[in-house]
């Protein structure tokens, strides 16, 4: 490792908090304040199948969406799947992997070393890779984020604070509902400001930076797409469920916005109702194909349809999982989690408390 480098190391208190997003709004900040900056992964989380290909996916994102060379980015040193966790819960994987995280960091170039922690305080500590063990090899300090639930969250940062101690500088609450803003910041933050726990962001919840493309919920859904394949990067902010009669349908499509409307293939005219409305996908369940003019309506207003085998019931329960779960690879959503960091985030503090000189704060307008 580089002594001169400032190690800091974004965990979490739960899987989903928007680590990723929160580090990208961090470098950009950087970046622009005139700062080098490199990011590492060392521990990966995929149980998919395709894991090599979703976390090279996510790296180069990263990297390109930030400008970094690739000596400036390192894909991790390890990933959690079901052979390397039986391996090492069998013997056969014996590695020292604090000595082989010295070697792996020293590798990256950059005044401030940007690092990607577990999904959990104790993901990784099968292979002594837990972020406070993680932070302690690399000296670095943490800034942890964790999603708004209640007030309730507060006790996460508690015991964070007894688990980590000194090397806790600061955490973030993300995704906070606009009625619980005033809330968060007279209750909450005062609160753990008195506890040594400084509240260096409060980022409201947006529709946007939760939505999903019609791409990815084509490949969650493993779906046929009928009609506007070049419409795929449409954002999707909501799911409905094409159950009702025709003019209930209507009255309550229309206050939505940029929906994903399920419903059987069979239901031409809720289908029809659909697309006459503020949806950005239209996703077909059962066998029976759509009636052409269907078809024509969806090509003439650019709005995909999708064929799925699963029944309603599963396709919803896939759809919704998928909201504010996946990762954020569209440049809109890098501008507005951008928006966000500069409004929402205290970096004179994070800079004070990394020990750079300060940092010219941008609007990103």
Not at 34 to 53: H, I, M, Q, R, W
Not at 100 to 121: D, K, M, R, S
Not at 188 to 204: A, C, D, R, S, V
Request: charged share 25%; hydrophobic share 40%; aromatic share 6%.
């Amino acid at each position: 490792m580089a002594k001169s480098a400032k190690y800091l190391l974004v965990g979490s208190t739960e899987a989903y908090s928007g680590k990723s997003a929160i580090i990208l709004g961090i470098a950009h900040q950087l970046l622009e304040g005139g700062f080098k900056v490199a990011y590492s992964k060392p521990l990966g989380t995929c149980l998919d199948e395709n894991f090599e290909e979703i976390r090279e996916k996510d790296v180069n994102f990263l990297k390109h969406s930030l400008g970094l060379s690739v000596e400036q980015v390192q894909s991790p040193i390890l990933d959690l799947n079901t052979n390397t966790i039986g391996s090492r819960l069998q013997g056969q994987d014996t590695n020292n992997y604090s000595e082989a995280l010295q070697e792996y960091i020293a590798q990256l170039q950059g005044e401030v070393v940007l690092l990607e922690g577990p999904e959990t305080l104790w993901e990784g500590s099968l292979f002594g890779l837990s972020t406070k063990e993680i932070a302690h090899t690399t000296d670095a300090a943490i800034l942890l984020v964790s999603r708004y639930d209640s007030l309730l969250c507060v006790a996460n940062f508690l015991a964070a604070k007894k688990t980590l101690g000194d090397r806790l500088i600061g955490v973030v609450i993300n995704d906070i509902p606009p009625s619980k803003l005033e809330e968060v910041q007279s209750l909450i933050k005062p609160y753990l400001e008195e506890q040594n726990i400084p509240l260096l962001g409060m980022l409201p919840q947006d529709k946007l930076l939760n939505s999903v493309s019609v791409r990815e919920l084509s490949k969650r859904l493993n779906a046929k797409v009928l009609c506007r394949e070049d419409r795929l990067d449409l954002m999707v902010e909501s799911l409905i469920i094409g159950a009702m009669n025709v003019n209930s349908a209507l009255e309550f499509f229309r206050q939505r916005e940029n929906m994903a409307v399920v419903t059987g293939s069979d239901r031409t005219e809720l289908q029809m109702a659909a697309l006459e409305t503020s949806t950005h996908c239209l996703i077909l369940t059962g066998h029976v194909p759509p009636k052409p003019y269907i078809l024509n309506r969806a090509e003439d207003l650019e709005v995909p349809v999708l064929s799925v085998d699963f029944d309603t019931l599963t396709t919803v329960e896939i759809v919704d999982n998928c909201f504010g779960k996946v990762p954020i690879h569209q440049p809109i959503k890098v501008k507005r989690m951008r928006d966000l960091m500069a409004k929402y985030f205290d970096f004179e503090r994070l800079s004070e408390y990394l020990g750079l000189e300060k940092i010219q704060l941008t609007t990103n307008s």
